[in-house]
């Protein structure tokens, strides 16, 4: 179960989540492991994966202090996947520590997903900053297309 007052990563991801950052010399798109991690998190959950840590990595990056995450404001997306997934309200109940623990191995699975996701889209590339924004390019085109497939307005005329 999840660490109360962390977020980890599996360590069969932790390759990917240092180099995806431009911290120590990097040339990542993001700054921050925690950035990686609350991206990861989001596509995963645009993905519908979930998948179990297994192994977590001790070191580098080592579990992230969620005292972080709120810091930059990102502390939301943990509380937003875990309404989203248990759809009870009570999973933001402060200073209940169950209800903490259940949030962030959420956030983590989500976070896993994401991770596996991006290891799959990201092998062979040499530049990520430009791969991602394909990718992130990819998912907008096709989200306008669905828009406009179930758009019945133009047949009002």
């Known amino acids: 179960m999840a660490e109360t007052g962390r977020i980890r990563v599996a360590k069969d991801k932790a390759e990917l989540v240092k180099a995806l950052t431009s911290a120590d010399g990097g040339t990542g798109p993001f700054q921050t492991f925690a950035d990686v991690v609350v991206f990861a998190a989001a596509l995963g959950a645009k993905h519908k994966k979930r998948v179990p840590l297994g192994e977590i990595s001790k070191r580098e990056p080592s579990p992230i202090r969620l005292e972080y995450f709120a810091s930059v404001g990102n502390d939301w997306v ?74 019945l307005s133009k047949f009002l005329n």
């Open 78 to 151: 943990i509380k937003l996947l875990g309404i989203t997934e248990t759809q009870d309200i009570k999973i933001l109940s402060l200073g209940e520590e169950e209800y903490e623990t259940n949030r962030n191995h959420i956030f983590e699975e989500y976070a896993n997903g994401g991770l596996e996701i991006l290891q799959g889209e990201l092998r062979g590339a040499v530049d990520y900053t430009e791969r991602i924004l394909l990718i992130l390019t990819h998912i907008r085109t096709n989200k306008d297309k669905e828009a406009e497939e179930f758009d």
